[in-house]
């Protein structure tokens, strides 16, 4: 698979989950960490933004698949987006002093892997598509 392929998929597959992750939320809300009304606040906030960083990551991972002109375009917002989504929700953790949870919290254990994919396909997708947005 070429690398334009997996960014697309990648980036399709984490509009898809961000989608599936707020049903769980305001569904069964087996994603949240902790039940207390501070940190249910700060989550409750992030639907629009997650909304936004989902329609710009199914587009861009679209536009990789398809290899539309526009792919790179909607690339650095998603990008940015998800390293958007990273450093406040990294912050959020580490001054809570929610990460020491995860030794007894599956909600925990996939808010860290929601922590490093966002950091690290943000930082990826933004990296590919500066290239490809200036060509």
């Known amino acids: 698979m070429t690398t334009n392929r997996t960014l697309g998929v990648l980036l ?6 961000t989608v599936l992750y707020w049903i769980n939320y305001f569904t069964s809300g087996d994603v949240a960490v902790v039940s207390t009304r501070w940190y249910t606040a700060y989550e409750s906030s992030f639907p629009a933004a997650d ?5 710009c990551s199914f587009l861009a991972g679209l536009g990789y698949l398809l290899g539309w002109p ?16 990273a450093g406040m929700d990294i912050t ?8 020491p949870l ?10 860290i892997v929601i922590n490093a994919w966002s950091l690290l396909l943000g930082l990826w997708t933004v990296a ?6 200036r060509v």
């Open 12 to 17: 399709i597959l984490t509009a898809i989950t």
């Open 51 to 55: 909304g936004w960083l989902a329609l």
């Open 70 to 85: 526009s792919a790179g375009r909607f690339g650095l917002l998603a990008g940015s987006a998800l390293l958007y989504l």
């Open 92 to 99: 959020f953790d580490i001054e809570n002093h929610l990460y």
């Open 102 to 111: 995860a030794a007894h919290s599956d909600a925990m254990k996939f808010e």
């Open 128 to 133: 590919a598509s500066w290239r490809r947005a």
